[in-house]
């Protein structure tokens, strides 16, 4: 794989892919925000993507280590479809929070989520995009271009990313009740979407 054509290209992807993006993680992104706050400051936002791009590069790393995408099949495709239902349940919650259904206890009030490790597990969602991705890592003729090539494509996931959690920042700060229900009940939406992708993902990994 030459690494300087193909870098580029891997960003581009990550730009290409923001429909995809947005469809996939945009709900998981924006939940967490509005979850657990930190909208406001920059910290989260970057600690959240660096996490993220960090499970990409690793994925690239091991896929190009391994010369095959073991990563995303197998046992580790089953843990993989888990993990999305258990962050598709903590969405639903985040919603019913967000819409004022769902108070959290006084000792929780105010608590921010490790932002790097919610950035991180995020990355490791099944997503098409990404499995595509580390097949191309798999072909690299070494770990450090695999995952610069995993790295390039986080990279340019990151604009789209990082609007959702401003987005869902922004309409979790709004003062009127039905706009807060109504990013509520979609952020549920989108919560209860990732349930079903990742019962489907792992129902699909259970009978490879």
């Known amino acids: ?18 429909g995809h993006c947005w469809a996939m993680c945009g709900g998981l992104v924006g939940g967490s925000f509005l979850a657990g706050g930190g909208g406001q400051r920059l910290y989260p936002h970057l600690a959240y993507h660096g996490g993220r791009v960090l499970a990409y590069t690793l ?30 349940v903590l969405v639903l919650l985040a919603g019913a929070r967000v819409a004022g259904w769902l108070p959290l206890p006084a000792s ?4 921010s989520p490790p932002w790097p ?5 995020n990355g490791l969602m099944p997503c098409a995009l990404v499995f595509s991705l580390t097949l191309k890592a798999a072909t690299a003729p070494s770990v450090a271009s695999g995952a610069a090539w ?6 340019g996931t990151v604009p789209a990313m ?8 922004w309409l979790g700060g709004q003062s009127r009740i039905w706009l807060r229900r109504a990013a509520g009940l979609l952020v549920m939406a989108l919560g209860l ?4 992708a990742g019962a489907k993902f792992f129902h699909v990994m259970l009978h490879l």
Do not use: S
Request: hydrophobic share 65%.
């Open 1 to 18: 794989m030459n690494t300087e054509l193909t870098l580029p290209l891997a960003f581009l992807a990550g730009l290409a892919g923001a």
């Open 59 to 88: 994925l690239g790393a091991l896929a190009a280590a391994l010369g095959q995408a073991i990563v995303l099949t197998g046992g580790a495709g089953r843990v993989q479809g888990v993990l999305y239902i258990v962050a598709g």
């Open 108 to 111: 929780l009030a105010g608590a």
């Open 117 to 121: 490790l919610a950035g991180f597990l």
């Open 150 to 155: 995993l790295f390039a494509f986080g990279l």
């Open 162 to 169: 990082l609007l959702a959690g401003v987005l869902a920042h």
């Open 193 to 196: 979407q990732a349930v079903l």
